[in-house]
Each structure stands twice: as structure tokens, then as C-alpha cells.
């Protein structure tokens, strides 16, 4: 299916709720609403979506969002098998909740958990939202965001503290 | 008064200490023992991180590591070598330094790769230890992946320093190791463990 | 829960953890089976029994988690390759192919078709190389120690082959945005072929002492059964998916590089347990000498061709399009250290050998990313520990654990 087909397809899947579709390099994106979003994953999956790829999380400090993707695809559907779609919404940085998709996809567990505990990000309703890869004392400090700060010794810098 | 060569049953601890001095140092069975621990040093399996693979290989049938005496065993209660593949993170730390303590002395650890020596390819993220912060290390191998050979040449570089300096004969007789200071890592390395 | 004073020769003690066994309710104990293991890899499962029933498992993993994501945002567009291969370091070239081919989506370049054989070409002898070091680590976790030498040893086989081609034995950074580093040498294709045909010999020996081993049998057949709505719910890859009746690979449902020009089959079964994913991967393994045979071929009739696009090739200064004629290795300009790519959002994903890896790059327009996440293909598969282990008895975790091949350095990143 070539992209602009992906694109018609999703447009008449989400009539009314789509805030934005874009044609990206290797999927198709659309923004929805927070409050839509559910919805939003319970029409991708009855038309045929079964899976989640990727749970992706983007801090934009400048314009103070955090927008989080779920790119989808299918396993069971030889059609929409060859196809990914990336379902984004954008949530406030100070405050960053939303509904979990877990009811709706249940392969977006294990990964829900992974941007709470990097960015800080609430899924409510999620069955078991712990850390789970980082200790509890570094999933407080939101390591993935970009206030957290890694030095990088480059040779445009000079040499770091640790070496003087 | 000259006590050299008698033993008094007295102090069970300070008698037994006398006995070992003896045994192992006068009559050299010391030397023994250093032999016989250069020969029988089995290491753990714990797989810390991605040398591992070149761990599998140098005691696979190219490399065959077994032929120095070194058999990967299943408990620490029953074997003496650490070897420390590739990068310690901070939770494996507390892994690290509990299968450290279940060792029965005299216990010694190789670190291995890059990341061992000081932090390697990942030297600036926040989530790695330096392994010789958390236990103390004998012998240091570098390499990014370091080769099969690299890491027997590690086991034979180890006895050596067994055989030489008298290592294991020496922390049997004192009850701790008398070669180098303890390392105590700076914090609780497991206070993230919650039961 | 007992803890331990630790008094031992170390000095003083401090409290640390010591050997856990929990009870939980009435007959139901919890007990961890940790990182220090012969059958569990870098990683603990924390596993709550009724007897010897296995009532709920829970994969505590991240001890091996090093920080990818984070560490390519401050580094520059080049040096992630290296960083993003200590993933899965046996199966290197698979995992940073689809990370340059998302570059080169987002420059629009790219490779030439020698490059691009080339990279087949490595790939495959990468997958040959991890399928066998799972056969490997599946022995250990069996008890099966002939099955660890032999699969060790034959992969030397490869390794070796791979370490002629570019230099390392398991890491070994061979893509770059635009082809390859360096040219195949002469006696090569001879090398490649005399493997093949050992390959296919001891692949016959493999299946007289493991997969048709009797005991072996028995404790794989029914065991960790995988049904096909399951498996397509769970999101699990790989020959997981493949093997419970699902035909999905990435090379035949979005070909990348020039595998929609080779002729090669992706084997499915049916049943979805221990067994049948073990002789996915056997299967698999025939597939991909089929592959390198073909590639092989190839690269012998178009000798001459170029590596690096030919925009690349007539920037370079003269010492090193010499160094390229002679010697076949491309020596890249500083320039490439710092270089910037337009800014865009791209998702490539590739096969590896333990199933998809995706990719999902964007960049701002600067010389480092400015985000990049990766999704492995263990890290995907680590819900099979939550989901389809509990009812089983303790002894086949190990069996279920060996045979859906999960590698925790690659599942923590």
C-alpha cells in the first residue's frame, strides 16, 4: 500500500477526531486528542491493528510538550501487515497524563512502563505501572527528558572535570 | 623462652593460628596450596554483560579454556574466581557484591573489557559502576570485546601472581588478604532492593 | 526474610540481602532466581510457586541496561553505530543496519548494490552466528553440554569468516550511511562456500543428538505453547511468532537492502511450542547459507563496482581514493564526524535474528540526533515470562526460556 492510500485509509477510519496526518519517512502519522484517544485505538484495532511496535515518547521543552506514539501494525491482516501507523497525542510537560492502552493492546505493557519511568509519564488504569528497568532512585529523576543533563567529552569542549 | 616448635592446645584460636603458620609456612605445604589453587580456579557463572559472549567462546572447543583447570561452576559456595565481563551497571552491582561475599576465601576477581577497566564506550552514563569500586580486582584485561586468547592469557597471568607472591597460602594463614587494602564500596550499593 | 551479616574477610560486614525464599500465602512461596544462575542470563525472575507449579512470573530485567537511548542524543550521527552494536554484540551487523538505513531515508542516499550485497552478506553470516549461539546457551540451560561445544565450535566457523571481512570478530561497525567500510577480499567467496558446505553437513549431526534426542523431546514437546491469536495479541517476533503459524518477517513484508532480489523461504509451523521454535531456527539457518551462497555469487560476477556512492567517492582527496584501489578500505573524511542531516522523522526496522528491531529516528537539523528509540526484538518478547510461563512446572522454565532465545543485553539496551 503506498503511503497516500495509508493516509485516505486512516483519515476515513478517524473521521472527526484527527487533529493532524502527516506522511513521514517509513510511516504515517496522526495527532489526536487527548480526550479521543481511547476511542481513537479502539477504531485502529477493530479495523485491523492488533499490535503495538513502539511506545515513543519526544520531550519538546520548547514548546513545553511531551508527544508520545504508539506505532501500530498487524499481524493478522495481510494488507495492513506491510503498513505502520503512528498514533500521537501531545501531553502538557508540567503534568503529563493519559489514559493507558493496555485494555485495548496489550503488547504496549511492558513498554507503558518503560516511559513512566523515563519521562515521568502516568498511564492510568495500567495493571502494574512500576520502573522496570531503572532503580527507583533514578526513575525520580526523569533521566530520558532533556533537563537531564550527560556530559559528553568532545573535542570541541576540552577535557572534562573528571580528568584535571 | 623459645616456642618455635612447640604447640600449646590452650587458645584453640591462637593454637590454630600457630598451626597454620607452620604447616604453611615452615614446612612449605604453603607452596602446595599455591600450586593447588592456580590449578582449581573455577569461576561463577555470572554473566555481568556483553563479553559474556567472548566468555562462551574461551571455553568453547576453540579456545578451551578448560585445559588450565578452569571449570565455570553453578554456586559461589564452591568456587573462587569472579570474572567480570563487560560493564557493571548499577543494579548488577548489588548482585556483584553479594556472590563477592558468598565466596569462601581465597576468592579473586578478573575484570574484563573496556568497560571494566573505566566505563569503556559508556563512560559518562549514569547507570554504570566501576567494578573495582565495588569488589577489589586482581587482574585487569582490556579489549572491546577482548579475544578468547586475551582471557586465558588473563587465568595464566592470575596464577602467576598466585604462585609468586604467595597470595592464597598467605590469606589462609592471616584470615584475610594480607597483599592489598579491602575494598568497601562507598554506598549501599543494594539500597534500591526493596523484598 | 532472612538477612545476612556479612563478616567475611572483607573487613567489617554491612547488611546486605541475603538468600531469599518468601512465603506468600498459605502453600505459595516466592523465590528469585537471580542473576547469578546457570539458567537465567543476565536478568531475575521472580517466581511465585504452588509446589512445584509455577503460579505467576515477573521479569525483573534492566541489569544490564546501559543507556543507548540517552547517549546517542549527545553523540554525533557516526557514533552511535558502535554504541547501538554492544546490543546484541553477537549479531552485530543486523542491529545497525536499520539504524543506517534511517539516516539514509532521512539524507535520501543510497548504496550502491555492491554495498548493499555486502551488508546482506554479513547479515546473514551474523544470523547463522546467533542462531548457533542460542543452540549454544539453550545446551546450558538443558544440561546438554555437547550440544554447547559443538554449536561454540561450528561458530567459530563464522565468526572467522566474518572477521576476514572486516576486521573484529564480533563487532564490527560495518555500515555507514551511504555503504560499507571496506571491500571483500580476493580468496573470499572461497572461504564463504567451504563453510557453507561444513554448515550443511553438521547440521545433520545437530539433529541426531538434539532434535531427535529423545529426552530432549520430551521436554520440549508441549511445552510453553504459544497459541496464534496469543501470539499476535502479546506482539511477540521472531521465530516465536513464526513458529505458532504466523508467517511475518521482515525481509519478505517490507524487504530492506536487496532481499526482494535473493530467493530464499521463511519456514512456519504450526504448533507453538519449545519444539517448534527450535526447528524454526534450524530451518532458518538453511535459509540464510542459502542466502550467502547467492550473495557470494553475486559479488564474484560484479567484481569492480563501488562501495560508497559516487558523489562521496569524488570528494575524497587523492591519498585515499589510492588507499581504496589498493586495499579495498574506504577511508572516510573528518567531515563525516560532524556532519548534519535534515530534519525529519523516519522509522526503519529490519530482521534480526531473534526477530524485528525498530528504529525510529529523528533529527533537527544539527550534527547529533535529537531523538532515537529502538525497540528490540527481546525487549518485546520479555511479556512471554508474564504470560505464558505460569502453569508450567519449574523445570521448564529453562526450556521455555532457552527456546524463545531472549538475550537480555539487547531486551535492557
Given amino acids: 500500500m503506498k503511503a497516500e492510500d495509508v493516509k485516505t485509509l486512516v483519515e476515513r477510519i478517524l473521521e472527526g477526531m484527527i487533529r493532524g496526518v502527516e506522511i513521514r519517512k517509513g510511516y504515517v502519522e496522526v495527532v489526536v486528542d487527548l480526550e479521543n484517544v481511547v476511542e481513537a485505538a479502539r477504531r485502529l484495532k477493530e479495523a485491523g491493528f492488533d499490535h503495538v511496535k513502539s511506545v515513543t515518547a519526544v520531550d519538546y521543552p520548547k514548546e513545553s510538550k511531551i508527544r508520545v506514539t504508539y506505532h501500530v501494525s498487524s499481524y493478522l491482516n495481510e494488507e495492513l501487515a506491510r503498513v505502520i501507523v503512528g498514533l500521537s497525542v501531545d501531553l502538557p510537560r508540567d503534568n503529563p497524563v493519559m489514559e493507558s492502552l493496555t485494555g485495548i493492546w496489550r503488547s504496549a505493557e511492558f513498554q507503558e512502563r518503560e516511559v513512566y519511568e523515563f519521562f515521568g509519564v502516568t498511564f492510568r488504569g495500567h495493571p502494574d505501572l512500576r520502573p522496570l528497568l531503572l532503580i527507583p532512585e533514578l526513575a525520580e529523576k526523569r533521566v530520558l527528558r532533556k533537563d537531564f543533563v550527560v556530559r559528553e567529552e568532545s573535542i570541541y569542549e576540552g577535557v572534562p572535570h573528571r580528568y584535571e | 623462652m623459645s616456642n618455635v616448635d612447640r604447640v600449646y592446645v590452650g587458645n584453640l584460636n591462637v593454637a590454630a593460628r600457630r598451626a597454620r603458620e607452620i604447616l604453611l609456612g615452615k614446612l612449605k605445604l604453603g607452596d602446595v596450596v599455591d600450586w593447588a589453587t592456580t590449578f582449581s580456579l573455577w569461576p561463577v557463572h555470572l554473566m555481568t554483560s556483553c563479553c559474556g559472549a567472548e566468555f562462551a567462546a574461551t571455553w568453547s572447543p576453540r579456545f578451551d579454556a578448560e585445559q588450565y583447570g578452569a571449570l565455570p561452576w553453578v554456586g559461589p559456595r564452591q568456587t573462587n574466581l569472579i570474572i567480570i565481563e563487560g560493564t557493571v551497571t548499577r543494579k548488577m552491582a548489588c548482585a556483584l557484591r553479594i556472590t563477592y561475599e558468598q565466596m569462601p576465601y581465597p576468592k579473586f576477581v578478573i575484570a574484563m573489557g573496556a568497560c571494566a577497566l573505566d566505563g569503556g564506550l559508556f563512560y559518562n552514563s549514569y547507570n554504570i559502576v566501576r567494578p573495582w569500586e565495588v569488589v577489589p580486582v586482581d587482574v585487569f584485561i582490556p579489549g572491546c570485546p577482548p579475544p578468547p586468547e586475551a582471557v586465558a592469557r588473563a587465568i595464566v597471568e592470575l596464577r602467576r601472581k598466585i604462585r609468586e607472591k604467595k597470595v592464597a597460602s598467605k590469606w589462609l594463614i592471616e584470615g584475610w588478604r594480607p597483599d592489598r587494602e579491602p575494598v568497601k564500596p562507598k554506598e549501599d550499593v543494594c539500597s534500591w532492593w526493596r523484598p | ?413
Avoid at chain 3, 548457533?132 to 559443538?150: A, K, P, Q, R
Avoid at chain 3, 560532524?338 to 522509522?347: D, E, T
Fill in chain 3, 1 to 413: 526474610m532472612r538477612e545476612s551479616h556479612t563478616g567475611t574477610s572483607s573487613g567489617e560486614g554491612w547488611k546486605l540481602p541475603g538468600m531469599m525464599v518468601r512465603r506468600v500465602e498459605r502453600e505459595v512461596y516466592e523465590i528469585f532466581i537471580g542473576p547469578q544462575h546457570p539458567g537465567s542470563g543476565h536478568m531475575r525472575i521472580i517466581v511465585r510457586l504452588d509446589g512445584d507449579v509455577i503460579v505467576e512470573a515477573d521479569p525483573d530485567i534492566g541489569y544490564v541496561h546501559r543507556t543507548m537511548e540517552k547517549l546517542s542524543e549527545v553523540r554525533e550521527w557516526l557514533k552511535p553505530i558502535p554504541l547501538l552494536e554492544r546490543m546484541t554484540i553477537i549479531d552485530a551487523c543486523n542491529i545497525t543496519v536499520p539504524y543506517v538505513n534511517a539516516l539514509e531515508k532521512l539524507m535520501d542516499k543510497s548504496p550502491p548494490p555492491r554495498a548493499s550485497y555486502l551488508r546482506v552478506l554479513l547479515c546473514e553470516i551474523n544470523r547463522v552466528a546467533s542462531h548457533l549461539y542460542g543452540f549454544g546457551i539453550f545446551g546450558v540451560f538443558l544440561g546438554h553440554s555437547t550440544m554447547y561445544m559443538w554449536a561454540f565450535g561450528d561458530r567459530e566457523v563464522f565468526v572467522e569468516l566474518a572477521e576476514v571481512l572486516t576486521g573484529a570478530r564480533l563487532t564490527h561497525t560495518y555500515p555507514i550511511p551511504g555503504g560499507v567500510r571496506r571491500d571483500m577480499p580476493q580468496d573470499f567467496p572461497e572461504m564463504a562456500r567451504r563453510a557453507v558446505r561444513y554448515m550443511r553437513r553438521r547440521l545433520e549431526e545437530y539433529r541426531k543428538i538434539f532434535l531427535d534426542n529423545p529426552v530432549i523431546v520430551r521436554r520440549l514437546e508441549g511445552v510453553g505453547v504459544i497459541p496464534r491469536n496469543l501470539a499476535a495479541e502479546l506482539g511477540i517476533v521472531g521465530p516465536n511468532v513464526r513458529a505458532s503459524g504466523i508467517k511475518y518477517d521482515v525481509r519478505l513484508v517490507e524487504p530492506y537492502e536487496v532481499y526482494d532480489e535473493l530467493d530464499f523461504e521463511v519456514p512456519v509451523f504450526e504448533e507453538g511450542d519449545a519444539l517448534a521454535r527450535t526447528w524454526v531456527r534450524v530451518e532458518e539457518i538453511k535459509q540464510s547459507l542459502n542466502i550467502i551462497e547467492q550473495a557470494v555469487d553475486w559479488l564474484e560476477r560484479h567484481k569492480g563496482e563501488p562501495v560508497i556512492p559516487k558523489e562521496d567517492f569524488d570528494k575524497l582527496p587523492k591519498l585515499h581514493k589510492e588507499v581504496y584501489e589498493k586495499t579495498g578500505r574506504v577511508k572516510l573524511l573528518p567531515a563525516h564526524a560532524s556532519m548534519k542531516i535534515p530534519a525529519g522523522k523516519a522509522i526503519a526496522r529490519g530482521e534480526m535474528g531473534r526477530g524485528e528491531i525498530v528504529y525510529y529516528v529523528e533529527s533537527d537539523g544539527g550534527t547529533t540526533p535529537y531523538r532515537v528509540r529502538v525497540v528490540t526484538p527481546s525487549a518485546r518478547n520479555a511479556v512471554i515470562f508474564k504470560y505464558i510461563v505460569p502453569g508450567h512446572r519449574l523445570m521448564d522454565l529453562p526450556a521455555i526460556y532457552g527456546s524463545i532465545d531472549y538475550f537480555p543485553p539487547e531486551s535492557d539496551r
